[in-house]
């Protein structure tokens, strides 16, 4: 689960990847979304947005070979 890109990957395999990383985050309330991102020298990757800081300890670097990025954005409220 953990095999980092060679190349820079699809849509389609950032897309396959996804629903792998959302079972492994299943259930964990500091993780508040996940998306996909585009990043020149990698391709697709997928996105997560965390509450805390900490809680980057527990997403994996890459799922399927597609890199997985953090961004610590805080609690989401509606408006």
Known sequence: M???????TTLDEA???KPALLAALAGDERVNGVGLGYDPA???VLKVNLTV????????????GVR???EVVGTVHPQ
């Not at 953990?2 to 820079?8: L, R, T």
């Open 15 to 17: 897309r396959n990847a």
């Open 53 to 64: 800081p900490e809680a980057s300890a527990v997403v994996p670097p890459a799922v399927n």
């Open 68 to 70: 997985v990025r953090t």
């Open 2 to 8: 953990n095999k980092q890109p060679a190349k820079p």
């Open 42 to 44: 990698d391709g697709y």
